[in-house]
C-alpha cells in the first residue's frame, strides 16, 4: 500500500489488547498532551448504553468493525494535523482486526488507510493478559492480534518503535524521549 497523506504531527500508541496502551494515554492526557480515545472500548460503551449487551454487539463482527472503523475516520478527520496528538491506535488496528476476524477489507478501510500519516507508531510491548467486559480473545487471540498490528504497521512507511514492558511511568518517559 502507498498510502497518499499529507504529513501529521500525530503519534499512534498501539499494540495488542491488554499491553497497558490506555495507561500510557491516560497519563499523557494527565501531563496536558492532546489524545485521542480507543474506540473499540467506546463503540462498545456507546451500544451498552442503548440496551445491548457485549456479546449482542460482538456477535456480529463486520458491523462492529465497521463501527468502530468509522469512529476512528471521524476522529482523525477531526485533528489538526500540525497539532502533536496522541492516538490510542488509529485507522491501521482495523487491519489486524480485519485480518485477525477473517474478514475482507471494507473498500472504506482501504481508502483510510491510503489517506492516513503518522508521525510516528508506538507499539507497546505485551503486559500479562488482562480480560476484562470489553475484551473477547483470549492469550493466545491476544498475541496473535499483536503480530498482526506489528506486521500492519511495519507494512506502511511510518517509523516504528517498540516500547518495552517497564512501569507505565517509564513507559511515557520513553515514548516522549522518542516523540
Do not use: C
Not at 99 to 118: C, P
Not at 158 to 179: A, G, H, T, Y
Amino acid at each position: 500500500m502507498k498510502p497518499n497523506h499529507s504529513k501529521t504531527n500525530w503519534y499512534v500508541i498501539t499494540g495488542g489488547p491488554s499491553t497497558g496502551k490506555t495507561t500510557v494515554i491516560n497519563i499523557l492526557h494527565e501531563r496536558g498532551y492532546k489524545t485521542t480515545i480507543e474506540h473499540a472500548r467506546h463503540y462498545i460503551d456507546t451500544m451498552r448504553s442503548e440496551g445491548k449487551t457485549v456479546e449482542e454487539i460482538r456477535q456480529h463482527n463486520r458491523k462492529f468493525q465497521l463501527g468502530v472503523l468509522e469512529m476512528q475516520i471521524d476522529q482523525e478527520a477531526s485533528l489538526n494535523h500540525e497539532e502533536i496528538v496522541y492516538l490510542d491506535r488509529a485507522i491501521p488496528d482495523a487491519m489486524a482486526y480485519y485480518q485477525f476476524l477473517g474478514l475482507e477489507y471494507d473498500t472504506q478501510l482501504i481508502e483510510a488507510v491510503n489517506k492516513v500519516s503518522y508521525k510516528k507508531i508506538f507499539i507497546l510491548d505485551r503486559l500479562p493478559f488482562r480480560k476484562d467486559y470489553a475484551r473477547t480473545e483470549d492469550e493466545t487471540g491476544q498475541q496473535k492480534i499483536h503480530q498482526l498490528i506489528i506486521n500492519v504497521y511495519k507494512s506502511l512507511p511510518f517509523p516504528i518503535v517498540f516500547v518495552p514492558v517497564v512501569n507505565p511511568e517509564e513507559r511515557v518517559k520513553f515514548i516522549l524521549k522518542n516523540s
